[in-house]
Structure formats: structure tokens, C-alpha cells
């Protein structure tokens, strides 16, 4: 690994909407670089990328992919990501780790809704970017269309460094030539637009070039990097990866162009003080300074076990060196490092920084980890990108008795290796539920439990979680006498609820408002246990309760036959008396979601969100026919939209969403669940 010092590195992800070319891109590219011999096919399940069961199934990348290669004395990472959005999350995990995003964009297709998100998150992240536009020679008479489209879309900072020829079988550079033939546009024009928009980040150079006509090729380069880095230009590259076309000239400037670790923006580290308190720590791309890396993916693999990725962004790591991780005082050992290429893996020595290596069998460290070797940096952590939120769900259990065992910890292996993946049981279902991005998601993941740990689950759709409030003031009393014999049990209490202040329904009171010694003390908190129990369990409906301040203002008890018990009961039903009468309201989870979709649905897709309840909050006409729909739904009324939008818009529509709170149910669909509900009661 020390042959290739930090600067001649290149981490590079190509990311893009599913079907764009993505993983036939990275094996042309593999090829050209002397790596492999012959390129894979997706469609047999041979490229280096898609070695996972699952992605061999359906023909798509599911889970990001490091290939490694070596040309003309560099190091090259390229990571290849899931195009669907339902697996957006392992494509923004991956971000971090890399120097300059690849936006690959088919030809045919144009601008789709991870293109869109991609560009969004990076232009935030400030990350480096270019788009491909991929399959120029089956499309030629589209790629103009395209490339307008893309400047329309992301402003005009988006500039070809390449354009077609005229039949498509390779490209012309516009960084060097002046001249020459291409299927549209001018090569002197496009040259001159592209050199105007590099100068302008350097007003020296500018001014150079305004005064002499010309600059020098080593400071355009510099000016290059500096407009990648602040997103002053965004070039765009033509490929076809089937042919490998345009495929030379890509990796030529992967290699010369694309920024090394050396020149990329540094990663939004800090330092948190005991207090909680944050400062910036910038991370030097130096070999001599203290360990930091970061863990950006996590993986099983069947014969080496449990693998992290993870990034070298200051300092050296060697095999054998004991490392810290986050904030932790305690030392962990690391015996071998990985170099990754597809499914195999190499070991190697020592990794520095720019370096993308992969550790085994640490069962400490987890996704978004930082490894660090510096007795100052045990506050250190890293600013991941946020994820989006899993929404879709379904209740989960064992299909037998023996895999029940196996069922918890299959799914926290899962649930690390995705951080769109998560596993929850719900109090107030009293259910275990998974929660994907989508549909696909969900089932990949089910197929991979199976594939891996032979795990089979029963599913159904979930019980809608709602909760519990109250919009009124009300008081509620119960007294609770019980003899049977000997000592009785006797506890009366008086209580007012009050709905929390600030209408966000969350939260919860206790107030001894007692005076006078009515309700002695040692028994108050058997009745805010009795209280806490309705908060638990509901006092409607049977789901949880939040949003309420009770005051506990009388009472009465028996100098013998007042116990613990009979308070906690007192307690609980005074509350539930209480609730009922305070106009108590049953809240539903409220997403929203983002539709991308012909515009020629947009009617159907609005009005389909009207027969769900939803409201649209905007919609938007996008570039290429294409329309963008923003609602606010019901959780409960989005469990068959997938397929409802897919058969609406002939499969090309897609749409991703997420919480965004909690809202009362109509007093039609309220009623429907409090009818449905029994309490069960205790005994006396």
C-alpha cells in the first residue's frame, strides 16, 4: 500500500438512477485499465460488483461495491451504488468515503429521482460532482436533449468536457482541442465556455487569461480542481459502457482531473466536550499525524465474518496497531487489513490517508465509527449525512419454534449492515416491526435473512401505531374499597388532567396538588404508578398516551386498610374517568411524500392522494415531461401505493417518504377504533 502515497489516490463513486449503466460502466472501465480481461454481464450474474445472491436474482445493484484498480502509477477505488430509491441510504452512506461523485444518467431516460437526490445531497455536502451521460451511441439524437436538460436542472455551472462524434463511436476532449467534428454543438464554442467558467474562480488567472488569451495547462488544472470544489463547474463526460466508447476518456479524467485526497474538501469532523458542546476538527491528508478513519459501511461476508469499511483520512493504520474507537478509553487490536475488490479480498501491510480498506471480525465497531489513534481524540465524531427514515412496514415473527432463537440476532446483523433497515417492536401493537424504504427494499432483505442465515418470516401488514391525547380539561375520580375478610383495601382519589402546553402532544406531568394531608405522601407514587400504567396501555384505544399534565388535588384514605396497591388502582382509574372526559383525540402518523412521474399522471396522482385523505402541499413541472408532486398523507392509507402508482404511471413513477408527525384521526375513523377496543381490566 505504501507505493501509492496519498496523492496518487482516487475514490471515486458512480451513482445514478437504477438502469442507468452503473456496474457495466465500472466493468468497462476495469477493463480499460488492464484489471480484468473481459468484462462481466449483469444479466449473468458475472460482474464484479454484483456478487450478492440477491443482486444476481434481480439483475440490479442492491448494496454498494468497492473495485479496486491500478493504472499508469495510480490507485483507484471506484464504488459502485444502488440506483433504486428505495435503496438511497446505502448510496449516502458511501458519500463520505469518496473525493468526487459520478452522477451516471442514461441517455434514454434522462433526469430520474435519485439523479435528483444525488445532486441535492452532494451540492449540500459540498462534494465534488460530475454527471455521465451513459449508452450515447444507442441514443445519440438524445444526448443534446439531455445535456440541456441537465442545465436547466442544475444551473449552468453544468458544462461537457467531452462531447460525442458524430456516429457515436467515441468522443472529442474539449479541455485540450479547439477543433474537430461532434454529433452537435460547436468544439470551439464549447471549449471557450468551458475555460471561461474555470478562470473565473481564480481572478488572477483570470486576468491572465483575459490579458494573453491563453493560460498555462498546469494552472487550468488548479483552476479546475477549485471550481469541482467550491461546485463552480460541473462537467459532464459521454459514454457508452457496452462499447466502451468515450470509456478511455473517462478514466482519463478520473485520473487527471478528478481531485486525490490531497486536494479533496475536508470531511465535517468534530470534537465534543464533556459539556456537549461541539468544535470543528479538520482532518490533514498526513501520513505522520494521528490516526482518524471512518467506518462508512458494514458487511457479512460468508468466510471472513463481520467486515468494516472504512476510510483513512489522517494518519497511518498498520496491521497490528491497537486503535480507539469514538470515545472509548479501551484499546482494540487490529490484525489484518483488507484491501476490497468485489467479493475478494487482499491483505495488505498499512493503509494512509486516502486509502479505502476493510477491517474483520471487530465485533466493536459499527457503522459511522471513528477509528483514532490520538490520546486528544476521544471526543471525536463524524457529521454523517442523514438518512432518510424507513416508513414502509410489515409485522414480523418466526414461521417455527426452532428459528425463534435466531430470529433477533439475523435481524440486528441486518439492521447494521443497512442504515435504512430498522427493527422495532411497538408497545402499542404489541407487534415486531420491520421498517424499509419500500417494497423492494423490504423483500431484498427478507431474501437475504433467507439466503444467509436460512431464516424464513411470517409477515402481515402492521396495525397502524397511533397514540393517545386529550384536547380539554377534565377531572376524573375513583374510590377503591375491597374486603375480604380480613385487611381491606381502600384508596380514593381526586384528579385533573390538563393537555400539556405548546400543542405538539408529547410529554407527560405528575403535580401533587394535595393539601392538608388528604392523601398521605408515601402513597402519591402509587398513584402516578397507577397513572403511568393508562399511559402505557391507553385509556380509548389501547395505544399510548402522551400530552398530559395531571394533578392529583384530593383524596381520602383509611388508616388501616390504605395500601400501595389499592392507590395504584385508585390512580388509574380516576385517570382513565379523566381522559374520557376530556375530549380525548386518537393521533395518526402523517408522511410526506414526493412523487417523480410523467406529467401526464399528475392529475390521476392528485386526485388518487385525495382518496387517501392526503393533501397536496406542491407540485412542480420537472425538465423531460416529467412532474414532481409533494403531499402530506396518512401512514395507514400508503400500504398499497407502490403498486397503486406503478399501475397509474405504467412503471414509471417513484416516489420516497418520510414521518412528519402526528395529526387527530377523523371522528369516523377515531370512532371505528375505540368500538373495536376492549379493556381488560384488573380484578378488584
Known amino acids: 500500500m505504501s507505493s501509492h502515497p496519498t496523492g496518487s489516490i482516487r475514490n471515486i463513486a458512480l451513482t445514478g438512477h437504477a438502469g442507468a449503466g452503473k456496474t457495466t460502466l465500472v466493468e468497462s472501465l476495469l477493463v480499460h485499465s488492464g484489471t480484468i480481461t473481459k468484462a462481466g454481464r ?9 456478487f450478492e445472491a440477491e443482486e444476481k436474482a434481480h439483475q440490479q445493484s442492491l448494496y454498494p461495491a468497492v473495485a479496486t484498480m491500478r493504472h499508469e502509477g495510480l490507485l483507484v477505488h471506484l464504488i459502485d451504488t444502488p440506483g433504486f430509491p428505495d435503496f438511497l441510504g446505502q448510496t449516502l452512506s458511501i458519500l463520505p468515503a469518496t473525493e468526487m461523485v459520478a452522477v451516471v444518467v442514461a441517455a434514454d431516460k434522462g433526469i430520474q429521482t435519485t439523479t435528483r437526490r444525488i445532486m441535492a445531497v452532494t451540492s449540500q455536502r459540498k462534494l465534488p460532482r460530475m454527471l ?12 443534446e436533449a439531455v445535456l440541456e436538460r441537465l442545465r436547466e436542472t442544475f444551473g449552468n455551472e453544468v458544462l461537457p468536457i467531452n462531447l460525442p462524434s458524430p456516429d457515436g463511436s467515441g468522443v472529442v476532449d474539449l479541455w485540450t482541442a479547439e477543433s474537430g467534428e461532434v454529433a452537435f454543438s460547436s468544439v470551439k464554442d464549447a471549449h471557450q465556455q468551458l ?14 487569461y483575459l490579458e494573453k488569451g491563453e493560460v498555462s495547462p498546469d494552472a487550468l488544472r488548479t483552476a479546475f480542481q477549485k471550481a469541482l470544489r467550491e461546485g463552480h463547474l460541473v462537467p459532464v463526460c459521454f459514454t457508452s459502457a457496452k462499447t466502451g466508447a468515450g470509456v ?12 486525490s485526497p490531497l486536494e479533496g474538501n475536508p470531511r465535517p469532523f468534530a470534537i465534543v466536550a464533556e459539556d456537549g458542546s461541539e468544535s470543528p476538527y479538520r482532518c490533514e491528508p498526513d501520513a505522520s499525524k494521528p490516526l482518524v478513519a471512518h467506518v462508512f459501511k458494514v458487511t457479512g461476508d460468508p468466510f471472513v465474518g463481520k467486515l468494516c469499511l472504512l476510510r483513512v483520512h489522517q494518519g497511518t493504520l498498520k496491521a497490528g496497531d491497537s486503535v480507539k474507537i469514538n470515545d472509548s478509553s479501551k484499546a482494540v487490536r487490529v490484525s489484518h487489513l483488507h484491501e476490497v475488490h468485489g467479493k475478494d479480498h487482499k491483505e495488505v501491510h498499512d493503509a494512509e490517508p486516502g486509502h479505502i480498506v476493510a477491517l474483520a471480525k471487530i465485533d466493536e465497531l459499527h457503522f459511522n465509527d471513528v477509528v483514532h489513534g490520538g490520546t486528544d481524540l476521544g471526543g471525536l465524531r463524524f457529521s454523517a449525512i442523514e438518512m432518510p427514515r424507513p416508513m414502509y412496514g410489515l409485522a414480523i415473527g418466526a414461521k417455527s419454534r426452532n428459528d425463534e432463537a435466531k430470529v433477533s440476532t439475523s435481524l440486528a446483523k441486518l439492521c447494521e449492515e443497512d442504515p435504512t433497515f ?11 416491526v420491520a421498517r424499509a424504504m419500500g417494497e423492494l427494499h423490504m423483500r431484498v ?3 437475504r435473512l433467507k439466503n444467509r442465515f436460512k431464516l424464513e418470516l411470517d409477515t402481515h401488514p402492521p396495525k397502524v401505531a397511533y397514540k393517545e391525547t386529550i384536547g380539554a380539561v377534565a377531572e376524573g375520580h375513583h374510590r377503591h374499597k375491597k374486603q375480604t375478610g380480613g385487611a381491606g383495601q381502600f384508596g380514593e382519589v381526586y384528579l385533573r388532567v390538563k393537555p400539556i402546553e405548546g400543542g405538539q402532544a408529547v410529554g ?14 408515601q402513597f402519591m407514587p402509587a398513584i402516578e404508578k397507577g397513572v403511568r400504567q393508562v399511559l402505557l396501555d391507553g385509556a380509548i384505544a389501547g395505544y399510548p398516551l402522551s400530552g398530559v399534565r ?7 384514605h383509611h388508616p388501616v386498610d390504605s395500601k400501595e396497591v389499592a392507590f395504584v388502582t385508585a390512580g388509574k382509574r380516576a385517570f382513565i374517568d379523566a381522559v374520557q372526559k376530556a375530549k380525548p383525540l386518537l393521533l395518526e402518523p402523517i408522511v410526506e411524500v414526493e412523487v417523480t412521474a410523467p406529467s401526464t399522471s399528475m392529475g390521476d396522482l392528485t386526485s388518487d392522494f385525495s382518496g387517501r385523505r392526503g393533501h397536496v402541499l406542491d407540485t412542480e413541472i420537472l425538465p423531460g415531461d416529467m412532474c414532481l408532486i409533494r403531499a402530506e398523507v396518512p401512514l395507514s392509507e400508503m400500504g398499497t401505493y407502490s403498486s397503486t402508482l406503478k399501475s397509474m404511471t405504467a412503471g414509471q413513477g417513484s416516489f420516497v417518504m418520510d414521518y412528519r408527525r402526528d395529526a387527530p384521526t377523523p371522528p369516523n375513523v377515531q370512532a371505528q377504533v375505540v368500538a373495536s377496543f376492549t379493556r381488560k381490566d384488573d380484578d378488584d
Do not use: W
Open 195 to 208: 475555460v471561461d467558467q474555470v478562470v473565473e474562480v481564480d481572478e488572477d488567472l483570470m486576468t491572465e
Open 248 to 259: 478511455p476518456e473517462l478514466l482519463s479524467v478520473f485520473e487527471h482531473l478528478c481531485p
Open 42 to 50: 449483469v444479466e449473468d450474474g458475472s460482474t464484479v460488483c454484483d
Open 508 to 521: 407527560f406531568e405528575f403535580v401533587d396538588a394535595t393539601v392538608g394531608g388528604s392523601v398521605p405522601r
Open 132 to 143: 455521465v451521460i451513459n449508452r450515447m451511441d444507442e441514443h445519440l439524437g438524445d444526448c
Open 550 to 556: 395531571v394533578e392529583v388535588y384530593d383524596g381520602k
Open 445 to 447: 432483505a427478507l431474501e
Open 422 to 432: 430498522t427493527v422495532e417492536r411497538v408497545a402499542a401493537t404489541h407487534e415486531t
